[in-house]
Nanobody
Framework: QVQLVESGGGLVQPGGSLRLSCVGS????????MGWYRQAAGKQRELVAT???????TYADAVKGRFTISRDNTKNTVYLQMNGLKSEDTADYYC????????????WGQGTLVTVSS
């Protein structure tokens, strides 16, 4: 069974930084595109950033220049470095990965809460 587990969330002051990690485990043959999404209270889940297996990254306009997505294919891990955090970045952050296991599916992590507040 494939699992994605996020970590690194927490409380940070405006202007601060956090680094999120998401590790895939289980019977994984290949991981294709990985990404981070977020969902603020009362809002729909939205895309933050994605990265292909070759390392091509895309970002939502709201985080361009502040967030950096990266991955370590040897560790089945994707990262999100978040700098210059703003109160509007407060949300549950989820990682998603397209994984070839015994089947070919999109998997989601359970989420990690990021709170930006003074």
């Amino acid at each position: 069974q494939v699992q994605l587990v996020e970590s690194g969330g927490g409380l940070v002051q405006p202007g601060g930084s956090l680094r999120l990690s998401c590790v895939g485990s289980g019977k994984i043959f290949s991981i294709y595109t990985m990404g981070w999404y977020r969902q603020a209270a009362g809002k729909q889940r939205e895309l933050v950033a994605t990265i292909t297996s070759a390392g091509t990254a895309t970002y939502a306009d709201a985080v361009k220049g502040r967030f950096t997505i990266s991955r370590d294919n040897t560790k089945n891990t994707v990262y999100l470095q978040m700098n210059g955090l703003k109160s509007e970045d407060t949300a549950d952050y989820y990682c998603k990965a397209t994984i070839r296991s015994v089947s070919f599916l999109d998997y989601w992590g359970q989420g990690t809460l990021v709170t930006v507040s003074s």
